[in-house]
Protein backbone atom coordinates (compact mmCIF):
# COMPACT_ATOMS: atom_id res chain seq x y z
CA UNK A 1 0.00 0.00 0.00
CA UNK A 2 3.04 2.12 0.76
CA UNK A 3 4.63 1.51 -2.18
CA UNK A 4 0.99 2.95 -4.59
CA UNK A 5 1.46 6.00 -2.41
CA UNK A 6 4.76 6.55 -3.30
CA UNK A 7 6.15 6.37 0.42
CA UNK A 8 8.21 3.20 0.16
CA UNK A 9 10.44 1.67 -2.61
CA UNK A 10 8.66 -1.65 -2.83
CA UNK A 11 5.50 -3.30 -2.77
CA UNK A 12 6.75 -6.28 -0.55
CA UNK A 13 4.62 -6.87 2.47
CA UNK A 14 6.06 -5.37 5.68
CA UNK A 15 5.87 -8.45 7.43
CA UNK A 16 6.47 -11.57 5.65
CA UNK A 17 8.68 -9.80 2.82
CA UNK A 18 7.28 -12.55 0.46
CA UNK A 19 4.07 -11.16 -1.11
CA UNK A 20 2.77 -7.61 -2.32
CA UNK A 21 1.21 -5.80 0.11
CA UNK A 22 -2.38 -5.43 -0.91
CA UNK A 23 -5.40 -4.79 1.92
CA UNK A 24 -6.27 -8.54 1.14
CA UNK A 25 -2.78 -9.49 1.68
CA UNK A 26 -1.90 -7.49 4.63
CA UNK A 27 -5.54 -8.57 6.23
CA UNK A 28 -6.68 -11.82 5.38
CA UNK A 29 -3.21 -13.69 3.85
CA UNK A 30 -0.26 -12.71 5.61
CA UNK A 31 0.89 -15.75 7.91
CA UNK A 32 2.64 -13.24 10.14
CA UNK A 33 -1.03 -11.74 10.73
CA UNK A 34 -3.13 -14.26 10.93
CA UNK A 35 -0.45 -16.09 13.26
CA UNK A 36 -1.19 -13.03 15.63
CA UNK A 37 -4.98 -13.04 14.97
CA UNK A 38 -4.27 -16.45 16.00
CA UNK A 39 -2.61 -15.47 19.24
CA UNK A 40 -5.69 -13.04 20.25
CA UNK A 41 -8.34 -16.22 19.59
CA UNK A 42 -6.40 -17.55 22.37
CA UNK A 43 -5.92 -14.56 24.66
CA UNK A 44 -9.43 -13.83 24.12
CA UNK A 45 -10.93 -17.44 24.06
CA UNK A 46 -11.83 -17.30 28.05
CA UNK A 47 -14.53 -14.98 27.76
CA UNK A 48 -15.00 -14.18 23.63
CA UNK A 49 -15.04 -16.50 21.15
CA UNK A 50 -13.46 -14.84 17.75
CA UNK A 51 -14.27 -15.87 14.08
CA UNK A 52 -11.16 -16.53 11.48
CA UNK A 53 -10.19 -13.69 9.58
CA UNK A 54 -10.88 -13.73 6.07
CA UNK A 55 -10.86 -11.34 3.14
CA UNK A 56 -14.34 -10.90 4.09
CA UNK A 57 -13.83 -9.46 7.13
CA UNK A 58 -10.62 -7.78 6.01
CA UNK A 59 -12.71 -5.73 4.20
CA UNK A 60 -16.33 -5.25 5.73
CA UNK A 61 -16.05 -6.89 9.27
CA UNK A 62 -17.89 -9.56 10.93
CA UNK A 63 -21.55 -9.16 9.42
CA UNK A 64 -22.61 -12.71 9.64
CA UNK A 65 -22.58 -13.01 13.52
CA UNK A 66 -24.69 -12.49 15.74
CA UNK A 67 -23.57 -13.14 19.72
CA UNK A 68 -21.39 -10.20 20.53
CA UNK A 69 -21.13 -8.74 16.87
CA UNK A 70 -19.96 -5.27 18.28
CA UNK A 71 -16.99 -6.19 20.48
CA UNK A 72 -16.30 -8.05 18.29
CA UNK A 73 -16.07 -5.89 15.19
CA UNK A 74 -14.08 -3.37 17.39
CA UNK A 75 -11.18 -5.96 18.36
CA UNK A 76 -11.14 -6.83 14.61
CA UNK A 77 -11.04 -3.08 13.50
CA UNK A 78 -8.33 -2.33 16.24
CA UNK A 79 -6.46 -4.62 15.68
CA UNK A 80 -6.62 -3.63 11.46
CA UNK A 81 -5.44 0.03 12.90
CA UNK A 82 -2.42 -1.38 14.96
CA UNK A 83 -1.21 -3.71 12.53
CA UNK A 84 -1.68 -0.94 9.63
CA UNK A 85 0.52 1.66 12.05
CA UNK A 86 3.25 -1.08 12.74
CA UNK A 87 4.09 -1.77 8.95
CA UNK A 88 6.99 0.84 9.72
CA UNK A 89 8.21 -0.97 12.09
CA UNK A 90 7.89 -4.33 10.45
CA UNK A 91 6.67 -6.43 13.39
CA UNK A 92 3.91 -6.06 15.99
CA UNK A 93 2.89 -8.26 18.92
CA UNK A 94 0.00 -9.37 21.28
CA UNK A 95 0.95 -6.48 23.90
CA UNK A 96 1.09 -4.06 21.35
CA UNK A 97 -2.76 -4.66 20.37
CA UNK A 98 -4.02 -5.47 24.17
CA UNK A 99 -2.62 -2.11 25.29
CA UNK A 100 -4.31 -0.53 22.00
CA UNK A 101 -7.84 -2.47 23.33
CA UNK A 102 -7.16 -1.06 26.91
CA UNK A 103 -6.41 2.48 25.86
CA UNK A 104 -9.89 2.22 23.70
CA UNK A 105 -12.52 1.58 26.38
CA UNK A 106 -10.49 4.13 29.14
CA UNK A 107 -11.50 6.35 26.71
CA UNK A 108 -14.68 5.05 26.09
CA UNK A 109 -15.01 4.79 29.88
CA UNK A 110 -14.02 8.32 30.40
CA UNK A 111 -16.46 9.70 27.46
CA UNK A 112 -19.38 7.76 29.19
CA UNK A 113 -18.91 8.35 32.58
CA UNK A 114 -21.51 10.90 33.26
CA UNK A 115 -24.03 9.57 31.15
CA UNK A 116 -25.98 6.88 33.01
CA UNK A 117 -27.34 4.82 29.46
CA UNK A 118 -24.05 5.48 27.68
CA UNK A 119 -22.25 3.96 30.73
CA UNK A 120 -24.59 0.77 31.00
CA UNK A 121 -24.43 0.15 27.31
CA UNK A 122 -20.54 0.60 27.29
CA UNK A 123 -19.96 -1.38 30.33
CA UNK A 124 -21.94 -4.39 28.87
CA UNK A 125 -20.29 -4.46 25.63
CA UNK A 126 -16.63 -4.50 27.54
CA UNK A 127 -17.87 -6.78 30.07
CA UNK A 128 -17.25 -10.41 27.74
CA UNK A 129 -13.74 -9.41 27.79
CA UNK A 130 -13.34 -7.58 31.81
CA UNK A 131 -10.37 -9.99 32.36
CA UNK A 132 -8.11 -8.28 29.54
CA UNK A 133 -8.50 -5.14 32.22
CA UNK A 134 -7.45 -6.79 35.42
Keep these: MMFWMGLVGTSVCSFC ?22 QLKVYFSRG ?7 PQSAFLGF ?13 LLLFKMVIYKSREYRTC ?3 KFINKVKQIKLIEDTISYKIPAK ?7 WAIIDFVFE
Excluded at 18 to 38: A, G, N, P, R
Excluded at 64 to 71: H, L, Q, W, Y
Excluded at 119 to 125: G, I, S, V
Design 17 to 38: QSEDETILHLYSQCHFVIDLWM
Design 119 to 125: KEYNDKK
Design 48 to 54: LILPDIT
Design 63 to 75: YDIDENKIIINQI
Design 93 to 95: NLN
